[in-house]
């Protein structure tokens, strides 16, 4: 297992953890409409973006700098410190990824996490295995993805974006996600517990069932697999609130669901389950990240998210959602899920300091 010590994060709502809790307690999600770029031939019009056009490596020096800061890391620690990162990758990638280690003083880059929009929960698992490993004493992990146009264009073209402006995760009516603008970093450290800790990662659980480029099996085979596993390394502790994936889109959030009954018997019904993509927004590779600062603050505020946008029930999606505001987590143990396309899933365990 692995102690997150330091975390910082970006979100449509601003910057830090305080901005990103009032946001997700206001139950009110960070979408206006698009004005970075222009959507006058796009069927949807709203994301969930900040200010102006932000560099995703300009951000994450200063994410990365202000968790080193909180998890009390020395230049010589720094220097010790590996980084993994989860980012959308282009040709110069893999050179801005080392300029980006260097100037935060960190060892080395490990690996660059592309793997869709679970490649934030892969990057954390991969941080956290090192960790409980003792291949390695801490690692840094960090993402970023904000809208542009051709992600936007992308999704767009492919009817995946709602129309609406409105995400509605497991809700009847959902016509499909929100894009949003979000970055974090987080230091994982071997797990020494107190009060310096935001969260453990205790499970972690990779599959991917290859059964389709963009669909997945209805029965949720795949992600089942990956929770199982999460939980087998964690000790099979009983889940009290699901931080899920759901990105509002008929089939994805119905076989979302089917997995999550099927991961977690006998638990699985009772759960409180949520995706906060509704209020800031779908992260893409930040995802994990973006929600793993959820789940901390949700344990440190000592109540979870609502499911926001929900119009009504969906046969196809019955789970135990948040719909009341001050839900206290029923259990101190949380599941962060991630799916991607091409049936890539991450699961992560998260215990309460």
């Known amino acids: ?58 951000a994450l020096r200063g994410l990365i700098d202000e968790a080193c800061e909180e998890a009390g ?13 989860a980012l959308h990758a282009g040709r110069d990638t893999a050179a801005r990824a080392r300029t980006l280690a260097a100037a935060c003083g960190l060892r080395e880059v490990l690996a660059v996490h592309t793997a869709a929009c679970a490649a934030s929960n892969s990057a954390l698992a991969d941080a956290a295995e090192l960790v409980a490993d003792l291949a ?16 936007f264009a992308a999704f767009d073209s492919a ?28 230091v994982l450290t071997r797990a020494a517990g107190g009060t310096g800790s935001w969260l453990r990662v ?41 931080n899920a994936h759901a990105t509002a889109t008929p089939a994805f959030d119905a076989a979302e669901a089917a997995a999550i009954l099927r991961g977690l018997p006998p638990d699985g019904a009772d759960a409180h389950v949520s995706s ?3 209020l800031h927004g779908h992260c893409l590779e930040a995802s994990g990240l973006v929600e793993l600062a959820v789940c901390a603050l949700a344990f440190r505020n000592g109540q979870v998210p609502v499911n926001a946008g929900y119009l009504g029930p969906d046969a196809d999606c019955p789970l135990n959602l948040v719909l009341e505001p001050g839900t206290a987590p029923a259990t101190g143990h949380m599941l962060s899920l991630n799916t991607g396309f091409g049936g890539v899933s991450t699961a992560l365990v998260l215990a309460a300091p």
């Open 1 to 58: 297992m692995a102690d997150v010590t330091g975390l910082a994060v970006l979100t449509a709502y601003g910057h830090g953890l305080p901005a990103l809790w009032d946001g997700l307690k206001s139950a009110t999600p960070a979408t206006s409409r698009v004005t970075r770029f222009d959507t006058a031939h796009r069927h949807a019009h709203h994301a969930a973006t900040l200010p102006g056009d932000p560099d995703p490596f300009a």
């Open 202 to 242: 205790t499970g972690w659980g990779n599959t991917c069932e290859a059964d389709h480029v963009v669909r997945p099996r209805p029965d949720g085979r795949g992600p089942a697999a990956a929770i199982q596993a999460a939980l087998a390394r964690a000790g099979n502790p009983r889940i009290g609130y699901v």
């Open 159 to 186: 009817g995946i974006l709602t129309p609406e402006g409105v995400s509605r995760p497991f809700s009847a009516g959902r016509e499909g996600p929100v894009l949003g603008d979000g970055a974090a970093a987080a």
């Open 276 to 278: 906060t993509k509704a």
């Open 136 to 151: 390695e004493e801490r690692v840094v992990v960090a993402g970023a993805s904000f809208v542009d146009a051709s992600m």
């Open 73 to 85: 890391l020395s230049p010589e620690q720094r220097a010790r410190t590996p980084l993994v990162l």
